[in-house]
Each structure stands twice: as structure tokens, then as C-alpha cells.
Antibody, heavy 122, light 107 residues
């Protein structure tokens, strides 16, 4: 069955960096678009980044553009999010999620990990 | 960017009630609309895609409808396990914006 397991969250000071990982299993990882989505404490969902299976297509939300980098290692079935210049408003649970592989215009998310908490505070 | 607005923000209903949540897009998005359920303390789960296509394993009491700018999620007979926050998400193009959520409680 499809499993996504995030790791790498923790406490970091403002201006610092953190790298999140997402280990995927149960499906052909390299054939699938993947995204990172976050949720600030008590708030709603915010999509922040997206990468195609071949790395060719990458999109970012304006809120993280220029600070965060999404990447993947298909040989290790892993998705990453390098977060730099972190701010207090980046505090959130970060989820990795698989785009539904059903077709070319299916940019919704059929499987989600359990999330990893990132806290940005001095 | 297209904004997604859900109403109401919160809702309380009785077991067995019919419940409807509305999601409005600031511009037309055809049927590129998904709905998710997030139970307390858990990750979101996909309920519906393409505005009205039920995801595998989702109970038939959930129904999605709408097109263009106005979309609806209806639960035909509310069950205790439906206590959750519900989100819509547009996916016609990036950014893949979510609505702010509707928190559903049982009276």
C-alpha cells in the first residue's frame, strides 16, 4: 500500500535552515508528481511546492519562492524540502503528498503522509 | 491568483441531517475542484475530485457538485465519524489553493 513518511522537522531559529525528507513506498515513486503542503497551528492548508517525476517541472507558492527548494532522489524513493531563511510564519506541520497519477490534469492529492512539525522560534 | 472561499466556516448539525458546504472560486475553474476531509489530529484525506467524482472507499453519503465558480459538498445523512474540517482545493493551475476550511461538529 502507498506510504509516505516525513521526517526532519524540529525547532530552528529565525533565519536558519532545515531539510525535510519524505520516504515513499508502495508505488512507482519516479513516475509520480509530488508536493509539499503545510498547515500552520490551528490554520488551514497551504500548498507550497510541486515537482514532476523527472524533475523537469517545479512550481512554488509565492510565500516560499526563493527560500525553499524541492527536490527528489528517485533511486532512494525520497522527496526533500530544503528550507532556508526560515521565519516565524513558516511554523507549521509539513505534509508530503502524491498527486493523483490518473492523468495529466489531476493536480490534487490522493495520498498524504502524517506530517512533520517545524517550529521557527528564537 | 484565484481565491477559494468556503462557507460556512463552522457548522453544527445532528446525526442523520443533510449538510451542505459551499466553495466559491474568484474566477471560473471548470470542474478542477477537489474536496478533502481532515479529522482531528490526522492528515487530510481525499474525498472527491473533478468536482463530483467520489474517491475510492469514500462512503456514498458524500456527494460533490458544481462547476465554474460555485461548488458544493453534501453529506446526505450525517454520521458521528464525519466530525472533521473539510477543505476544497482548486487545481486548474498552480498555485493549488485551498479554501480556508469548514469545521463540522455534531450537535
Amino acid at each position: 500500500q502507498v506510504q509516505l513518511v516525513e521526517s526532519g522537522g524540529g525547532l530552528v531559529k529565525p533565519g536558519g535552515s532545515l531539510r525535510l525528507s519524505c520516504a515513499a513506498s508502495g508505488f512507482s515513486f519516479g513516475d509520480n508528481f509530488m508536493s509539499w503542503i503545510r498547515q500552520a497551528p490551528g490554520k488551514g492548508l497551504e500548498w507550497i511546492a510541486y515537482i514532476s517525476g523527472d524533475d523537469y517541472t517545479i512550481h512554488y507558492a509565492d510565500s516560499v519562492q526563493g527560500r525553499f527548494i524541492i527536490s527528489r532522489d528517485n533511486a532512494k524513493n525520497s522527496l526533500f524540502l530544503q528550507m532556508n531563511s526560515l521565519r516565524a510564519d513558516d511554523t507549521a506541520v509539513y505534509y508530503c503528498a502524491r498527486r493523483d497519477p490518473a492523468g495529466p490534469h489531476t493536480d490534487y492529492f490522493d495520498f498524504w503522509g502524517q506530517g512533520t512539525l517545524v517550529t521557527v522560534s528564537s | 491568483d484565484i481565491q477559494m472561499t468556503q462557507s460556512p466556516s463552522s457548522l453544527s448539525a445532528s446525526v442523520g441531517d443533510r449538510v451542505t458546504i459551499t466553495c466559491r472560486a474568484s474566477q471560473g475553474i471548470s470542474n478542477y475542484l477537489a474536496w478533502y476531509q481532515q479529522q482531528p489530529g490526522k492528515a487530510p484525506k481525499l474525498l472527491i475530485s473533478a468536482a463530483s467524482t467520489l474517491h475510492s472507499g469514500v462512503p456514498s453519503r458524500f456527494r460533490g457538485s458544481g462547476s465554474g465558480t460555485d461548488f458544493f459538498l453534501t453529506i446526505s445523512s450525517l454520521q458521528p465519524e464525519d466530525v472533521a474540517t473539510y477543505y476544497c482545493q482548486k487545481y486548474n493551475s498552480a498555485p493549488f489553493t485551498f479554501g480556508q476550511g469548514t469545521k463540522l461538529e455534531i450537535k
